[in-house]
């Protein structure tokens, strides 16, 4: 392990604390505060990576995960950024993309074979002949992807998820995003602060220079971070980037926790009135031939390195750079013990005086207006070519460590995906925001600026901006601040230069992609002039890093090389997610959540078994045995009681209520006659059958009715959906929840029935599809219909909730004599099957309407007036040929049934099986399926293709429906 | 998912609330004399304007109401009506 540096106030390891993990194999130990990436290069580990096309050996560029160069595979999970990822105990960390180890890749030998894949390769070969391509496509994705994932990989850790709003969101917790947050938070605004690295402080968090006499900068950013911490309406979420601005100013991101959360990621989801950015300044990539080698890095890495991780990168470095932050870091890192063999700065003048006497007190050799073009090393770099930048001289400098970085470029994105438009600055040479989307506020080193004074000027300027726009602040406080910011210095002047005086055959312009500026080149040449399409055919700027690495290289590249004038320069668009993210964040937390009936505990008690049915658990069966035989025969010839509780229920009342209930149900409502149960349907605007249940009249213009379990939810939206422009004066409850349902059904049940009521429940004082009101023990309300679903004698009792489990109890305690059973959903399923009563979605799909299913009774045709959901549809259908309709099916020979969903076939598919089972009250295999026209026909044979079945068939027969007590004597009894 | 709509009742929410109803395209036709293409037209043909539509949303996890807005479809921000109606 190497030696960490101590004693300096930027550090963010704890070296007393060491942390183990396993890499390759081995163990190893970091320190706690490390990412992954920095306890590798702790261990001496300098190739982190083998590249996409060429693997080529990819090392630590820029410690904000800006590429895929440090993406390794952690715990299973393949491409983590390992310079963003903090390291955890016990980590199991391997490489990607590499056959054989990272220092002797076996495919290294590509990358001497780039010629024969210019840019375009694959556009260009692989698709001729055509069919040469399956061939190729093989071969391709053997090579191609990063990272692969096991197909039994599960993934762990908890994932939550939040959805906050605010008045204010200020990307970026560096200077001018604090200072913005502070002076919004001053207006009394609430405010979220929003940093990707583990702390705030941002530009001048790591720096040790002086920010005023007394003070570095690094204690002026945890100045600025305590008061942010003590400020009681701002929250702050550091280790949470942006990956997403929408317009409307929502913003969206995800944290990664640390030990102490409760969660491993979340995803963030803002709600601002004002957005303020303030995400500072990505350091723009110096192309030269091998610009990507381990041991190149730019100098925000290598200062951090050592500031904040205690790492010194290097023993022997050279620097190309091109602005005072390198002059800076070359100071820094020499008084650390950094040997410089000397600093090459592109720029011929304009540097900061005080750094550059610094740099001649310590005998550091500063080449103004040289330029590193060509790094040298198989694996690490060891020797570094410096260049005048017209590349005339050269002189070559040993070294294990080249900082090279052209300048700084502000990091735009979040702005350009909410459409804001960027213009590029000839003065600074970046892009700067132009037009900004709607109450959104660029500040800090976004707008160019680099003086520290400035930047928190601006973004306490950006703070009354956004407080403006939250209508806390006044014009002309603004106008003090932007008189304050104009006395300030302004953006000083960046460098030009995009590359090094080579050709550009090994510089590469993304790493990701394994794009190289000759590829670029090559792309021009074949006639696509705008980076956007460029990118496209280079695919430079895809990778995961989104265009970090490439951003505004790739416009300022391709204007220089086609000549354009400078004004013309156009960067490209970046799209969210801006920076990876995990599938499991944007999932969040899986809450299993369902809805259970006021008698499940009851059904738990007697054993039911329960399955999630819709948004509800239900008891599908009461034994083992899912045959269900027991419960169904215990049904047929005795009595059985059954939870309905999930039915939709709702009541409907007022003037216009008969006029509601005839637009959405098919039959005629106003012939409702009290004390019976109305049957009928509702179907959507195609005549597509989408819901049943049965009405009753409670009062002069109110009605009680329900609605299959699926539907209940959707009811009263799609009633006021259909009736809305009316103005018809009704009005809806859902009773859903409040009322429960206890189906008692069997021959036996008025036995068990009477003697829990007072009233007369005999045949003929209650009979089939009657409905009555009463009240048990005076004080239960239920309310009674006489129904036939499962085919025998039934009652159903739909009964306030909370007494619910007193009237189950009751029953019990009746029925006990005649051994009353539990039956469930399952065993109510075969029952009604037998009986031919469809359940909609299971004898129905989408396209089946009213008349397919033989409901085609249902249906008034003569009410016109009432306008009824899917009237005109049917009207239409009615001729129709071509629909599969409902049949009644047995199986010859008694052979078994069918799975569900079999298809029927002759030549080709002919209909498909709905609900089929083996049926014990039949002795025989029945069920119902859809089929086409000319297979209704009674005694029609129906071949049956179950999936898997190769040539085997088995047979069934058309029969009448339905198939049990076709008189209906049983129910009416 | 950025959308935000405003309720009558209950103002400005997430678009997340509501349910999407489809264009306004007026009332139920008379069934009288009804044409399989004029009814197939009110039932399932979009105008899919490029610009401000009036279009209906139900505030599903709120109060139950439907309603209309104007919203430009190109930007997903909602119009004032009247500046939708000039
Ligand atoms: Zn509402």
């Known amino acids: 392990m190497m030696n960490r540096l101590n004693n300096l106030a930027t550090l963010q390891i704890d ?7 396993i890499f390759r194999g081995k163990r190893y130990y970091g320190l706690e505060g490390d990412t992954i990436a920095t306890a590798l290069y702790s261990n001496g580990i300098r190739i982190f990576a083998r590249s996409l096309k060429y693997h080529r050996p990819r090392g630590l560029y820029s410690l904000d995960g800006e590429c895929s160069n440090t993406c390794m595979e952690v715990d299973g999970i393949p491409n983590v950024r390992c310079e963003n990822t903090l390291l955890k105990d016990a980590m199991e960390i391997k490489e990607q993309n590499v056959k054989g180890s990272l220092e002797n890749d076996k495919m290294s030998v590509i990358d001497k074979m780039d010629w024969m894949m210019p840019a375009g390769f694959y556009y260009n070969t692989m698709h001729k002949p055509a069919k040469i391509w399956p061939i190729a496509m093989k071969q391709i994705r053997k090579v191609a992807g990063l990272g692969t994932l096991s197909p039994d990989f599960k993934m762990t850790g908890k994932y939550d998820e939040i959805f906050p709003t605010t008045d204010v969101c200020v990307i970026g917790g560096g200077p001018a995003g604090m200072s913005a947050a502070l002076s919004a938070a001053g207006k009394g605004l609430r405010v979220i602060l929003l940093e990707s690295r583990p702390v705030l402080g941002g530009f001048f968090e790591y720096r040790l220079k002086e920010y005023k006499e007394g003070q570095s900068f690094h204690e002026r950013a945890r100045e600025l971070a305590a008061q942010v911490e003590e400020a009681e309406n701002i929250r702050v979420f550091t280790h949470a980037s942006m990956i997403g601005a929408y317009n409307n100013n929502l ?32 350091e723009r990539p110096l192309l030269f031939e091998n610009n990507e080698r381990p041991g190149i890095m730019q100098t925000g890495c290598a200062l951090r390195m050592a500031h904040t991780y205690g790492l010194l990168p290097g023993k022997e470095a050279v620097f190309s750079i091109g602005h005072d932050l390198g002059l800076e870091t070359a100071i820094s890192l020499y008084d650390l013990g950094l040997k410089i063999s000397c600093v090459a700065d592109i720029r011929r003048e304009g540097q900061d005086s005080e750094l550059v006497a610094q740099l001649r007190e310590r005998n550091i050799e500063l080449l103004k207006g040289s330029v590193a073009t060509m790094a040298h090393g198989a694996k690490q770099v060891n020797k570094v070519t410096i260049a005048t930048v017209n590349g005339t001289a050269s002189q070559d400098y040993n070294c294990d460590l080249l900082v090279a970085s052209a300048g700084l470029t502000p990091v735009t994105s979040a702005i350009t995906v909410v459409r804001g438009r960027l213009k590029y600055d000839d003065h600074t040479g970046y892009f700067l925001p132009d037009q900004m989307p709607e109450k959104m506020h660029a500040t800090g080193r976004v707008l160019g600026l680099d003086n520290a004074l400035a930047i928190e000027s601006s973004g306490r300027l950006a703070g009354l901006q956004a407080a403006f726009d939250c209508k806390a602040c006044s014009i002309a406080e603004i106008g003090e601040a932007e008189n304050e910011l104009e006395k300030l210095p302004g953006p000083t002047q960046g460098t030009k230069l995009v590359i090094a005086p080579v050709k550009g055959r090994k510089s590469f312009i993304c790493f990701d992609e394994d794009t190289t500026i000759k590829n670029i080149n090559q792309a021009i040449d074949k006639g696509f002039d705008v980076p956007e399409l460029i990118k496209r055919f280079t695919s430079a700027g895809t990778g995961p890093g989104q265009g970090g690495i490439p951003g505004h290289n790739l416009p300022l590249y391709v204007a220089q090389y086609q000549k354009l004038p400078s004004i013309s320069i156009r960067s ?19 809450h299993a959540m369902f809805k259970r009936t006021p008698m499940d505990e ?17 008891a599908r069966y009461f034994s083992n045995d899912f045959s269900c035989k027991a419960e169904i025969e215990n049904v047929r010839s005795n009595v059985g009681i059954l939870d309905g509780s999930t039915l939709g229920k709702f009541r409907i009342s007022g003037p216009d209520a008969v006029k509601a209930l005839e637009r959405v149900f098919v039959s005629d409502m106003s012939k409702i006659k009290e004390g019976r149960v109305k049957y009928s349907a509702m179907c959507n605007d195609d005549g597509c059958v989408i819901d049943d249940g049965i009405i009753v009249k409670q009062g002069e213009n109110d009605f009680y009715f329900t609605t299959s379990t699926g539907r209940a939810g959707s009811t009263i939206e799609w009633i006021r959906y259909h009736t809305r422009y009316d103005g018809w004066d009704f009005h809806m409850v859902n009773l859903t929840d409040s009322m429960g349902v206890i189906n008692l059904s069997g021959p036996n049940a008025r036995k068990v029935l009477e003697k829990i009521v007072d009233i007369d429940i005999s045949n003929e004082a209650f009979g089939f599809s009657e409905y009555r009101e009463f009240k048990i023990k005076d004080t239960i309300s239920v309310r009674a219909m ?37 039956f469930g959903v399952e065993a109510q399923n075969v029952l009604r099957m037998e009986k031919c009563h469809i359940i909609l979605g299971q004898e129905s799909e989408q396209r089946t309407n009213l008349l397919d299913v033989g409901l085609g009774f249902l249906w008034d045709r003569n009410k016109p007036k009432a ?58 295999g029945v069920g119902m399926a859809l089929v086409e026209g000319d297979l209704t026909k009674i005694g029609t044979r129906l071949e049956i293709y179950e999936d898997e079945c190769g040539d085997d068939r088995i047979y069934g027969k058309v029969v009448q429906m339905p198939l049990y007590d076709p008189e209906g004597t049983r129910m009416k009894m | 998912m950025a959308l935000t709509i405003t309720c009558p009742i209950c103002g400005k929410r997430n678009g997340y609330e509501f349910k999407f109803g489809g264009e306004e395209r007026g009332p139920r036709p008379d069934e009288k004399d009804l044409t399989p293409e004029a009814w197939c037209d009110y039932v399932h043909m979009n105008n899919c304007v490029a610009g401000v539509q009036k279009e ?3 505030h599903r996890d709120g109060c139950g109401s439907w309603f ?12 004032e009506k009247a500046e939708a109606e000039k």
């Open chain 1, 572 to 590: 490209t668009t970046v799209r969210p997610p801006i920076v990876p993210t995990l599938l499991s964040t944007y999932a969040g937390t899986n």
């Open chain 1, 251 to 282: 913003i969206t991101g995800f944290q990664i926790g640390r030990e102490s959360d409760c969660f491993d990621e979340r995803y963030i989801e803002i709600r601002a009135q004002s957005v303020i950015v303030a995400t500072g300044c990505i």
């Open chain 1, 786 to 822: 006489r129904l036939g679903f499962v085919g025998e004698l039934s009652y159903e009792l739909h009964v306030p909730s909370s007494y619910m489990k007193s009237v189950w109890l009751m029953l019990n305690e009746a029925g006990k004599e005649f051994n009353i059973r539990n």
């Open chain 2, 68 to 79: 209309t807005i104007h919203r430009d479809t190109t930007t997903n921000f909602e119009v």
């Open chain 1, 867 to 924: 306008k009824t959901v899917g009237a005109v549809a049917l009207r239409q259908a009615e001729s129709d040929q071509t629909r599969l309709k409902l049949v009644g099916f047995k199986m010859e020979n008694s052979g078994r049934a069918p799975r569900d969903g079999s298809l029927i076939v002759d030549e080709k598919v002919r209909g498909y099986i709905c609900t089929a089972r083996d049926s014990f009250t039949l002795k025989e």
């Open chain 2, 56 to 58: 209906w949303w139900f």
């Open chain 1, 602 to 618: 009851m059904q738990r008690e007697d054993g039911g078994v329960f399955r999630n049915i819709g948004v509800w658990q239900r």
């Open chain 1, 15 to 21: 070296s007393s604390r060491k942390i183990s993990f």
